[in-house]
């Protein structure tokens, strides 16, 4: 297919393509869809159907079976949808997303979970059909809630698949709802600091005025800033990608998509970023109640930590836009480039935005190894 970026899969992600819905068989290196081959093949559906998943090298082969002619090579040829995710040494297997891995046909070198190489390639505008006919996952040009909703998908197809990115129209926003919900979905980072600022600064001017010792009161403040670092790091680790612990059901899947899941789907959409105000005020409560169970003692001094917590998490939204949309200092670039990392090469480690502190103390930090070959999906 030539002009054609082609995909790249896993041994792992093609044995789920094991169906008459969603057929998928490999020939050496390349992976072929024959979903629509399989009520018209000469040798029956069962046949196709057999090998559904899996290499069909040998069978093609196999004058016994089945003698198969030139022209048959050649409508195999049109169903060609992608490659085999193989290491440098050419051998396919399955791998983790921590492992780099080269196209088999040679063009270049992707990382097989995710099909992307570098983060220039997370804003490589998707091509929705191809993408869709290639994948049989969502159709970025129809509301995504409801696909996802009926769609019937097995936990390990889905997680397989919000972890490789699209890119929706220059970052805009791919439909969620596709009615009068949907402005509820988006918020634009500029939200954050105009709607949160005003209170924290206010709790903070309260807080102080009711603690004498202005020191105390510092201590305080930057003790609830740095509780949020670690709160941040829990919860991108073990809510948002709470992956191996869904329930396999639409329930779970759903609400998944909602809370993290479609950022790793559209990872540069601007405004699905930040968090909408009326689930930061359901995520703030606990940390509410947290601050002052703890500092049960003194209503000030809870006031105090609560609102250096809250800080804490305008910086994060603010740093969390700031990585995938605008050009950085020095230190900030480092850490795009970390954050960024964690989209298109490993998203099994490098869970923390703000800095890599907490990855550092929990074992967690993405440590990519560097890539080899021409770039290509």
Partial sequence: MPGKVLPVFTPAEIELHNNAKSCYVTLGSKVYDVTEFVDGHPGGEDLVLEYAG???????????????????????????????ASEF??????VDASQTQQVANGSGAVYATTGMSCEEDLSVDTDYTQD???HKFLDLSKPLLKQLWFSGFSKEFYLEQI???????????????G????????????????????PVAYGTF?????????????????????????????????????????????????LHFLLHGIHHYLPMDKYRLVMPP??????????????????FYNWYAALTVYCGGIFGYICYDMTHYFLHHRNLPMYYKQLKKYHLQHHFADFDNGFGVTSRFWDQVFGTELETPALKGAKAL
């Fill in 163 to 177: 972890h490789r990115p699209r890119h929706y129209k220059g970052g805009e926003s791919a439909p969620l709802f």
């Fill in 278 to 295: 009326t689930l930061f005020v359901v995520l703030a409560t606990p940390f509410w109640k947290l601050a002052h169970a703890v500092f």
């Fill in 132 to 134: 869709f006919q290639t």
């Fill in 89 to 94: 040494n050419g051998k396919a297997r399955t």
């Fill in 54 to 84: 899996k290499d069909v090298t040998e069978i093609l082969r196999d004058e016994s079976s089945h003698v198969h002619s030139d022209s048959a090579y050649e409508i195999l040829e049109e169903c060609h949808i992608g490659f085999v």
């Fill in 206 to 254: 309260v807080g102080f005025s009711g603690l004498a010792n202005a020191p105390a009161a510092a201590g305080y403040w930057v003790g609830g800033l740095f509780l949020w670092t670690l709160i941040e790091y829990l919860m991108h680790r073990f809510l948002f990608h709470i992956d191996h612990y869904l329930p396999d059901n639409r329930v779970g899947l759903t």
């Fill in 179 to 198: 009615n009068f919900l949907e402005p509820l979905s988006k918020t634009a980072w500029y939200v954050v600091p105009i709607m949160w600022l005003p």
